[in-house]
């Protein structure tokens, strides 16, 4: 006997048991014949096929409309099975990609990592959280004898292509470095390997200075990059850092100007991404003057403190759900 034939009579034996006596004994015993079923391949529309055979048998009676409802079930459940199946496949090729992502944010994170400098008379805070799992903003600092590189970008986009442009900046950083001392140049260099590497419609905005530790001046160009500040400590005012440039890759042989700002004790020079600009209170924009208030409020605090509570100020105010990636970095030149 095949075990097709086996099956019928078994369930013929146990469905008369359940309605007879209604036990746990016999759901229990329904549950080993479901494992088996599944162990011979035997699909739900089978099943159902042989309950309504089985109670045709058993009730002799039955109406005709019962029974035709198991045929209208069979069709239901052939529909449901394979949107089941396709369903599991889905949830499989998701999970697959959320580890595939969770890898390559780590090894992003491992890429674009940069130790900040420790100089005597400045001190640096630098922090950048990405939105979502891959970060589409980069910073990085380069320590020369008497000048520490400062670059922050920003890809106009998210997601795994800002990544992606973003590796190819920090290759593009590890090529021009030790090459090109003077920001324009850094940027004008950059932008022919943006613009022959990057997809029409995926652009980069950029800054970059250099930070002079024997004469504390810091000299920066930008390419569309978001405005960052200038805190004067003798007047107890700020002042946006002036920024004219085209974003990188539009065309080439595109030429920067450059900017010098001297430093005096106590001053400080803050960088950021249009992340922490276009941070939203009730659903509004916030204004620039919140950002040097926060900025005003921690002053005395060490820098990496200081853009900490910064960044914890805007999750909080966003309901922990940041919308964009968020890099902030001070650079205060010590009293």
Request: glycine share 6%; proline share 3%.
């Amino acid at each position: 006997m095949d075990f097709k034939a086996i099956l019928e009579s078994s369930y013929r034996e146990l469905l008369r048991n359940y309605l007879e006596e209604s036990s746990e004994t016999a759901l229990y015993q329904g549950q080993r014949f479901s494992r088996k079923s599944i162990e011979h391949r035997v699909s739900p529309e089978e099943i159902i096929s042989i309950h309504r055979k089985v109670l045709k048998e058993l009730f002799p009676g039955i109406p005709n409309k019962i029974l035709s409802s198991f045929d209208f079930l069979i069709e239901f459940m052939m529909d449901y099975g394979l949107a089941y199946q396709e369903h599991q496949s889905l949830r499989e090729q998701q999970f697959e990609m959320k580890s595939e992502l969770e890898i390559a944010a780590s090894i992003q994170e491992n890429l674009l990592e940069t130790p900040i400098p420790e100089i005597n008379d400045l001190d640096i805070g630098a922090i950048s959280i990405p939105a979502k799992k891959m970060n589409g903003d980069y910073f990085r600092f380069i320590q020369d004898k008497q000048k520490i590189g400062i670059a922050i970008a920003d890809v106009i986009g998210k997601g795994i292509p800002a990544a992606f442009c973003m590796s190819m900046i920090k290759y593009g950083m590890d090529s021009l470095s030790k090459s090109s001392k003077h920001p324009r140049e850094v940027l004008e260099n950059l932008n022919g390997v943006v613009e022959k590497n990057v997809n029409l419609g995926m652009f980069i905005t950029m800054f970059y200075g250099t930070y002079d530790t024997d004469h504390h001046s810091f000299t920066y160009s930008s390419a569309g990059h978001e405005q960052g500040f200038y805190y004067n400590a003798a007047e107890g005012s700020f002042e946006d850092l002036v920024t004219k440039g085209l974003v990188l890759g539009v065309k080439q042989d595109v030429t920067y100007e450059e900017y010098q700002k001297q430093v005096e004790p106590g001053d400080m020079i803050v960088l950021l991404s249009d992340g922490v600009t276009e941070s939203r209170i009730d659903g509004e924009l916030i204004e620039r003057f919140v950002i040097t208030e926060l900025i005003w409020e921690y002053r005395n605090l060490p820098a990496q403190e200081m853009v900490t509570k910064i960044y914890s100020f805007f999750e909080k105010i966003q309901n922990f759900d940041m919308r964009d990636d968020f890099t902030l970095i001070i650079l205060k030149r010590r009293v």
